[in-house]
């Protein structure tokens, strides 16, 4: 009993030596752990500060980038740049109208503010005719111009996405549209807002507000996705008097009936026999309004005459 006595007292001991050194080298670790955390804490939050420096970096980079090619456009034509800008501005309202996430509205608007760049990579001869004026070849050269455009923009790696929706803005809702024909719900969310805000953008230069609405009524459901159309009306709304001015001289093409005297004539008005009847520029009178009205009214019963007239449609 003595023996095992001893033997136990001797076997406690000697455990109670072993808890104390593993206590201490877990001490002696616990102190290195602590250590090594704040130093990867530490190395943690440098390296989290260099990536929030690098993306402002690649942030700034980007809107310099924008800038640049906001500048191209603007370098080959102001008229190019000056309806891209307002195509910005009606797009990113639809898309804010349309509660989109802030990410997906900043794609939107920075492909509106582009939608047009691989124009200027077009004749002036393609620039400065409307696409319902251009031969079959013509039109082919100017339907290159929304797959130059993605080229352009992918040339930066984070505008990609951009470029996607750059290149589908002359989708039509129906599959008539170019470069691919995409139809419906395949052409980009994005491509559609902007299709819809560039034919607004175009005919409002020449109309009053209302009739472009009326006009533009029959091309939804077939090139544009009808389902746009209240928050295209709700976007212009907003924006109205930024895009607008009552004291704005527009183009108004008007019928032969409705011309007066005191109109002045907006482009040259040319006869069936190719002969100029009126110059641009000259202030219609009694008399020239009556010879148009003998010269057109049997031949050209759709044809209008364009005028200069101020903006209506501002209340």
Request: charged share 35%; aromatic share 8%; proline share 2%.
């Amino acid at each position: 009993e003595a023996v095992n006595k001893y033997r136990l007292i001797k076997e406690n001991i000697y455990l109670n030596e072993l808890i104390k050194k593993q206590k201490e080298q877990l001490d002696a670790w616990s102190k290195e752990l602590e250590y090594y955390v704040q130093i990867h804490t530490i190395d943690l939050t440098k390296k989290d500060k260099e990536i929030k420096a690098l993306k402002e970096r690649l942030k700034r980079k980007e809107s310099e980038t924008k800038g640049l090619l906001k500048e191209v456009i603007a370098l080959r034509d102001k008229g190019l740049s000056a309806h891209s800008q307002r195509v910005g501005l009606i797009v990113t309202e639809m898309a804010k109208k349309l509660s989109l996430p802030p990410e997906e509205v900043e794609l939107i608007s920075m492909a509106g503010n582009l939608h047009d760049i691989g124009k200027v990579a077009l004749s002036d001869l393609l620039l400065f005719k409307e696409p319902i004026e251009l031969t079959k070849d013509e039109f082919r050269q100017y339907a290159a111009h929304s797959v130059i455009g993605q080229g352009f923009v992918n040339i930066v790696g984070d505008l990609k996405e951009v470029g996607i929706l750059i290149r589908h803005h002359h989708e039509n809702f129906d599959g008539s549209g170019f470069p691919d024909r995409l139809r419906g719900e395949k052409i980009p969310f994005g491509s559609k807002l902007i299709a819809i805000a560039d034919r607004f953008e175009r005919l409002s230069k020449f109309r009053d507000i209302d009739d472009t609405f009326k006009m533009m009524c029959p091309s939804f459901g077939k090139e544009f996705d009808s389902e746009f159309f209240i928050t295209l009306e709700s976007a212009v709304q907003e924006l109205k008097n930024i895009l607008f001015s009552s004291d704005d001289i527009i183009e108004a093409e008007l019928s032969i009936k409705d011309l007066e005297p005191g109109f002045v004539v907006a482009r040259d008005i040319i006869g069936m026999s190719g002969l100029m009847i009126v110059k641009k520029d000259t202030v219609l009178t009694d008399k020239t309004v009556e010879l148009l009205k003998n010269t057109f009214n049997s031949i050209h019963n759709k044809k209008g005459i364009f005028v200069y007239k101020k903006r209506k449609g501002l209340s």
